[in-house]
């Protein structure tokens, strides 16, 4: 958890973070399914590649506000090591639940420009854009 790393780490690695985030995710995606091929784990791979990016400026920025929080700091006074962890983690679980389940849409999107545009996943293989197709 960068927010609570050194300040190095956590500049390096929201760098690179940002620097994948400008590349279009369409673009990305094609380039990538045409290079390794059309496949599940290409797809998902890709998915995940994009999506994780969006959960990690989350828990970053969360855990730079909660590990300020009043109820956290004296835990850190007596806690050392992972469990020291484990107060901003039970704090983030059940906004990271809403922001996966306000994502489902997206990732169903994604699969469906992919497919729409022929590069998703072939048939016989289901998916939601071979169903729509038909």
Known sequence: MTGYG???LDTLLMLLCDSLMLIPMILFALAVVML???SLATIVLIIITFMVL???RVVRSQTRVLKRIEYIIPGHGHVAGPRRLRYPISNLTGMLLVIVAMDIPAVIAI?????FLEQGIQPPNASSGTMTQR
């Open 6 to 8: 050194p300040h190095p």
């Open 36 to 38: 390794a091929g059309s």
């Open 54 to 56: 969006g959960y990690f």
């Open 111 to 115: 699969e469906l420009g992919l497919r």
